[in-house]
């Protein structure tokens, strides 16, 4: 006789009644499928599941797995349970056929989960609680953006996550996308040079002065910077870049839900002004079921488990095959918790994450981690075979980003990598694009104990620099204390940012034309540091004429004050626009090359003498000033050859130029 399994009894009349049966079988899709089977299917998860119970409806065939999840401290339901989903499906999707994988997930929290007198899990209640809606089943929905605004801030979203259009909905938020506090900058950028978004006269960004159009918006090239500190003494070239008014990453951070964001940039004057039909076909918007399964891609899950260092999802994601890349270990790195990012982080690296995968800004998890002040992060990546003296596109290295994060222990591990390297390698004093070695930067936040530590490591400091990093007095060193006379100078030095008066501006613009020629190179050297972090300084310099005859100078003179004030003033969009349509690419082309032969006429064996090589340097740093703020004078720049080189050939030595002060290289 054979056992089928199914439990029923023979009527009066001979009919057989079946009402189920002795075990768990079920038929799904037309194959017979035992539940404890997918149960065994999903508890093997050990990494996210510490229980597990499935449940299959007859009438819907839907099956749904009751998870009793293993959390992690800190762990929160809104936040976490759609990335515990994505990742126990492509788990169970992994080892169980297709029919196999439950459709609906029920996740409870270890103290919910229902059990019965002896200790076991109490099914009859899980299933209650599904019927009568005590407990919401976990099936992530996909709410298409509207055609327009928000199909146009969902493009900006997945251009800056890394994402398909598909994987952004319109009540996604930008956190849980994986979004943190390096690519709300790129999103900045991206909606403040959207064409498509206008802003109505008279709003409260129109009327804010804010950055024109086209321009560079403020916002800083190395993506690193974005995780650090900001003081009142910081140059404007330097700053960390917020765009200012609606679209300013603080906004979006405080509005993390795409339709919530959209609506406020309405009620700031923001409205979309491209052919609806053309861009909702342009951004790719999926509209069938297959948007909802794009609505919790694994990429989508992978970002957002590193950048919020969920180490349980990140393990379970590895397992089920996931490729360790180095965007994930940047987002790791980003994390706030320093050691849920070392977590994460140690998980990447032992499943063969790159360490020195580089995004398109050339930022490296190195530079993240120590942007972050994670000592324990930066030294794991550097373990792992992260190359120390590798730079941003600011050109800063680790030591630069330890030093400005404030925290000694990662300036400490910084300095020990850099020290074994020269300086155009990355070394103890080299140079940023603001000509600022970490000393220099440690000496702008008065950080002796940073000083100190690069004092140990080998760094060449300058004499203030050295006095700050170490004070004798009395056969007793002091570390961190001033002596009397670095006091005076401290106190001496010029305050960044101040206001000057349009006839001031004015007077010296006049001085660039006279015939003493002292009296000329003064009022450049004026103009310089006036328009230095001071963007009303700039406009009332440009306003006054001061560019052209600053031109003047540097063709007749190879003036390196004028140069130095050139290079400030093109922070100004306008100006940087006007120096380029008059020659200044032209004219400080020339300086770098007139002086780098310079070399060669005085017996240099290749290396510029001191005069020749400020003249350089200061050309170049101008050069790259006229590129940021002006599309036409980064093509022009782009067509040029071999000039960047002679800029670099010209620091090629380990030398730096004595005592001269690091912030004020021309």
């Given at each position: 006789?054979?056992?089928?399994?199914?439990?029923?009894?023979?009527?009066?009349?001979?009919?057989?009644?079946?009402?189920?049966?002795?075990?768990?079988?079920?038929?799904?899709?037309?194959?017979?499928?035992?539940?404890?089977?997918?149960?065994?299917h999903?508890?093997?998860?050990?990494?996210?599941?510490e229980?597990?119970?499935?449940?299959?409806?007859?009438?819907?065939?839907?099956?749904?797995?009751?998870?009793?999840?293993r959390g992690?401290?800190?762990?929160?339901?809104?936040?976490?349970e759609?990335?515990?989903?994505?990742?126990?499906?492509?788990?169970v999707?992994?080892?169980?056929?297709?029919?196999?994988a439950?459709?609906?997930?029920?996740?409870?929290?270890?103290?919910?989960?229902?059990?019965?007198?002896?200790g076991?899990?109490?099914?009859?209640?899980?299933?209650?609680?599904?019927?009568?809606?005590?407990?919401?089943?976990?099936?992530?929905r996909?709410?298409?953006?509207e055609?327009?605004?928000?199909?146009?801030l969902?493009?900006?979203?997945?251009?800056?996550?890394?994402?398909?259009?598909?994987?952004?909905?319109?009540?996604?938020?930008?956190?849980?996308?994986?979004?943190?506090?390096l690519?709300?900058?790129?999103?900045?950028?991206?909606?403040?040079?959207?064409?498509?978004?206008?802003?109505?006269?008279?709003?409260?960004?129109?009327?804010?002065?804010?950055?024109?159009?086209?321009s560079?918006?403020?916002?800083?090239?190395?993506?690193?910077a974005?995780?650090l500190?900001?003081?009142?003494?910081?140059?404007?070239?330097?700053?960390?870049?917020?765009?200012?008014?609606p679209?300013?990453?603080?906004?979006?951070?405080?509005?993390?839900?795409l339709r919530?964001?959209?609506?406020y940039?309405?009620?700031?004057?923001?409205?979309?002004?491209?052919?609806?039909?053309?861009?909702?076909k342009?951004?790719?918007?999926?509209?069938?079921g297959?948007a909802?399964?794009?609505?919790?891609?694994l990429?989508?899950?992978?970002?957002?488990?590193?950048?919020?260092?969920v180490?349980?999802?990140?393990?379970?994601?590895?397992?089920?095959?996931t490729?360790?890349?180095?965007?994930?270990?940047?987002?790791?790195?980003?994390?706030?918790?320093?050691?849920?990012a070392?977590?994460?982080?140690?998980?990447?690296?032992?499943?063969?994450?790159?360490?020195?995968?580089?995004?398109?800004?050339g930022?490296?998890?190195?530079?993240?981690?120590?942007?972050?002040?994670?000592?324990?992060v930066?030294?794991?990546l550097?373990?792992?075979?992260?190359?120390?003296?590798?730079?941003?596109?600011?050109?800063?290295?680790i030591?630069?980003l330890?030093?400005?994060?404030?925290d000694?222990?990662t300036?400490?591990?910084?300095?020990?990598?850099?020290a074994?390297?020269?300086?155009?390698?990355?070394?103890?004093?080299?140079?940023?694009?603001?000509?600022?070695t970490?000393?220099?930067?440690?000496?702008?936040?008065?950080?002796?104990?940073?000083?100190?530590?690069?004092?140990?490591?080998?760094?060449?400091?300058?004499?203030?620099?050295?006095?700050?990093?170490?004070?004798?007095?009395?056969?007793?060193?002091?570390?961190?204390?001033?002596?009397?006379r670095?006091?005076?100078?401290?106190?001496?030095?010029?305050?960044r940012?101040?206001?000057?008066?349009?006839?001031?501006i004015?007077?010296?613009?006049r001085?660039?034309?006279?015939?003493?020629?002292?009296?000329a190179?003064?009022?450049?050297?004026?103009l310089?540091?006036?328009?230095?972090?001071?963007?009303?300084?700039?406009?009332?310099?440009?306003d006054?004429?001061?560019?052209?005859?600053?031109?003047?100078?540097?063709?007749?003179?190879?003036?390196?004050?004028?140069i130095?004030?050139l290079?400030?003033?093109?922070?100004?969009p306008?100006?940087s626009?006007?120096?380029?349509?008059?020659?200044?690419?032209?004219?400080?082309?020339?300086?770098?090359?007139?002086?780098?032969?310079?070399s060669?006429?005085?017996?240099?064996?290749?290396r510029?003498?001191?005069?020749a090589?400020?003249?350089?340097?200061?050309a170049?740093?101008?050069l790259?000033?006229?590129?940021?703020?002006?599309?036409?004078?980064?093509?022009r720049v782009?067509?040029?050859?071999?000039?960047?080189?002679?800029?670099?050939?010209?620091?090629?030595?380990?030398?730096?130029?004595?005592?001269?002060d690091?912030?004020d290289p021309?």
């Amino acid at each position: 006789m054979y056992m089928t399994g199914d439990v029923g009894w023979i009527e009066t009349h001979g009919h057989l009644r079946l009402v189920g049966r002795a075990d768990r079988q079920v038929k799904i899709r037309g194959v017979r499928t035992e539940l404890d089977e997918i149960e065994t299917h999903v508890a093997s998860c050990v990494d996210l599941v510490e229980d597990a119970a499935v449940d299959h409806d007859a009438d819907t065939h839907a099956v749904t797995a009751h998870v009793r999840i293993r959390g992690f401290d800190g762990y929160t339901p809104e936040i976490h349970e759609w990335i515990y989903a994505r990742a126990l499906e492509q788990h169970v999707r992994r080892i169980a056929p297709v029919h196999a994988a439950p459709t609906r997930y029920a996740f409870y929290e270890r103290e919910r989960w229902p059990l019965t007198s002896s200790g076991k899990t109490d099914r009859v209640e899980l299933t209650r609680r599904l019927a009568d809606g005590t407990h919401a089943v976990f099936r992530p929905r996909r709410v298409v953006p509207e055609v327009g605004l928000e199909a146009s801030l969902a493009a900006a979203w997945a251009a800056s996550l890394g994402l398909s259009v598909a994987d952004v909905g319109a009540t996604d938020s930008f956190d849980a996308l994986g979004g943190n506090s390096l690519n709300v900058l790129d999103v900045s950028r991206r909606l403040a040079n959207d064409p498509r978004l206008s802003r109505i006269p008279g709003s409260t960004e129109a009327s804010s002065g804010g950055p024109p159009r086209g321009s560079d918006a403020g916002i800083v090239d190395g993506e690193a910077a974005a995780l650090l500190r900001r003081d009142d003494d910081e140059p404007a070239a330097c700053a960390a870049g917020i765009v200012e008014g609606p679209f300013a990453p603080c906004e979006i951070l405080a509005r993390p839900a795409l339709r919530d964001y959209a609506a406020y940039l309405i009620t700031q004057g923001v409205r979309f002004i491209g052919d609806d039909a053309n861009d909702a076909k342009g951004t790719d918007v999926c509209i069938d079921g297959s948007a909802e399964e794009g609505g919790d891609s694994l990429e989508r899950c992978a970002l957002a488990a590193c950048g919020l260092g969920v180490v349980p999802v990140i393990r379970s994601l590895l397992k089920s095959g996931t490729t360790p890349r180095g965007s994930y270990l940047r987002a790791a790195a980003a994390s706030v918790d320093p050691t849920r990012a070392y977590g994460a982080v140690a998980a990447l690296l032992n499943a063969g994450a790159d360490p020195n995968d580089t995004s398109e800004k050339g930022t490296r998890a190195t530079h993240i981690a120590a942007a972050r002040g994670n000592a324990a992060v930066l030294e794991a990546l550097l373990d792992a075979g992260a190359f120390a003296g590798a730079k941003d596109f600011d050109k800063q290295t680790i030591l630069h980003l330890a030093v400005r994060s404030g925290d000694v222990a990662t300036t400490r591990v910084a300095a020990h990598a850099c020290a074994c390297l020269r300086t155009r390698e990355g070394g103890l004093e080299s140079w940023d694009r603001w000509k600022r070695t970490a000393g220099a930067w440690a000496l702008r936040f008065g950080d002796a104990e940073s000083l100190s530590v690069l004092r140990d490591a080998g760094a060449k400091l300058t004499g203030l620099e050295r006095d700050v990093s170490e004070y004798t007095h009395g056969g007793v060193t002091h570390h961190g204390k001033l002596s009397e006379r670095s006091e005076v100078q401290m106190r001496s030095r010029p305050a960044r940012k101040r206001g000057a008066s349009a006839e001031v501006i004015e007077a010296l613009t006049r001085r660039l034309d006279g015939r003493d020629e002292a009296a000329a190179t003064e009022a450049a050297s004026a103009l310089r540091e006036l328009v230095c972090a001071n963007a009303e300084n700039r406009r009332a310099s440009r306003d006054a004429g001061a560019v052209p005859k600053l031109l003047r100078r540097i063709r007749a003179f190879t003036c390196v004050e004028s140069i130095g004030a050139l290079r400030n003033i093109a922070n100004d969009p306008v100006a940087s626009n006007e120096a380029g349509e008059l020659g200044a690419v032209d004219a400080l082309v020339d300086v770098i090359r007139t002086n780098a032969a310079a070399s060669v006429s005085l017996g240099g064996g290749g290396r510029v003498d001191g005069d020749a090589r400020r003249a350089v340097f200061a050309a170049g740093s101008a050069l790259r000033s006229l590129t940021l703020k002006d599309a036409a004078n980064a093509e022009r720049v782009s067509r040029l050859e071999g000039v960047f080189d002679l800029v670099e050939a010209a620091g090629d030595d380990d030398t730096t130029w004595g005592d001269a002060d690091p912030e004020d290289p021309d």
